[in-house]
């Protein structure tokens, strides 16, 4: 968990917004904003490594997609959003940092309909070393089970990475962190194991990589990696649908995500279960080569 620190609407810097840098403080917008009221609006979270973000490119597609889905435009190209980021880095000096794009709809209209809204893009990057603790990341992050469920795909938008899908995230982390927890662990509306509050999660049984299938949650850039940084050392990767009580086969658990990176679960506590978990071989596995591939220094001492 990210400690209360500066806020974040009072910090020196550049926000990109709406096409030009603004300074920090000035990046405002109207109460009456749809993307407020009505949730009409699409993020990304990205890391910056030595200045340059992981998987750009993948990142901008998948916010256009959410624009999409969510029936709207990003007002720019891929070619412009990769330039804003640049500019955006450079601008604010991020070396080792997050970027956080945004779209909304605008003030236009007040009500459901918002058809004539114009859509807004700012972007804002941040230094930020780590999202769980390096004590909670080197034992094991420890979950709370959420009474919050994925939804079906036909209740939401469930593959845009949209603003409205983490009302019950945040609930869930909050009632998590409230019992000493890192972080919440969600089931799907089947009852099937989904993902954490902002990461998906895999477990390792017999050797074996297992991950649920993500037809109602994001196919996060980092599973995506991590399914095929697996693959190259020969590790057999499954997707598939998982109970919940199949954590007792499991030997170790981590949770993948552009913030959390490859991080190990030590324990999962609440109504579902209680799990404990020792980070080991294949999650020290999987941590250094995802560190060595975004071009960290490996010194990972999982276990
Ligand atoms: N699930 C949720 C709910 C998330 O917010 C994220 C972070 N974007 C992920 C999974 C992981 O996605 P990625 O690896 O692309 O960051």
């Known amino acids: 968990m990210s400690a209360p620190g500066l806020p974040f609407d009072d910090r020196d810097g550049f926000i990109w917004y709406d096409g030009r840098l603004v300074p920090w403080r000035d990046a405002k917008l109207h109460v009456l904003t749809h993307g407020l009221h009505y949730a009409s609006c699409v993020f990304e979270g990205e890391r910056v490594y030595s200045g340059t973000v992981f998987r750009l490119e993948d990142h901008n597609q998948r916010l256009i997609n959410s624009a999409k889905i969510l029936g709207f435009e990003i007002p720019a190209s891929m070619d412009d959003l990769q330039k804003a980021t640049e500019q955006l880095i450079a601008a604010n000096k991020i070396v080792e940092g997050y970027v956080r794009p945004i779209a909304w709809r605008g003030a236009e209209q007040m009500g459901v309909s918002a058809q004539d809204s114009k859509i807004h893009l700012a972007l804002a990057a941040w230094d ?9 990341r080197a034992k094991g992050i420890r979950m709370l089970w959420s009474r919050w469920a994925r939804p079906a795909p036909h209740t939401a938008p469930v593959h845009a990475k949209a603003s409205g899908l983490y009302m019950i995230c945040t609930m869930a982390k909050h009632e998590a962190e409230a019992q000493g927890c890192d972080d919440a662990l969600m089931l799907d509306w089947r009852g099937q194991l989904a993902e954490g509050t902002g990461a998906n999660i895999f477990l390792v049984i017999n050797g074996e990589l297992h ?53 190990p679960v030590g324990e999962i506590i609440g109504t579902g279960g209680h799990y404990r978990f020792t980070p080991g071989t294949i999650c020290r596995l999987m941590w250094e080569d995802y560190d060595r591939l975004v071009g960290k220094k490996v010194a990972a001492t999982a276990a």
């Open 211 to 263: 991950t649920p299938t993500p037809d109602c949650f994001l196919n996060g850039l980092t599973r995506q990696t991590v399914i095929a940084l697996a693959r190259q050392r020969g590790i057999k990767v499954i997707e598939r649908a998982i109970m919940p009580n199949e954590l007792g086969e499991a030997d170790e658990v981590f949770l993948t995500g552009s913030a959390a990176e490859v991080t």
């Open 128 to 136: 930020w070393p780590a999202y769980f603790s390096p004590e909670a």
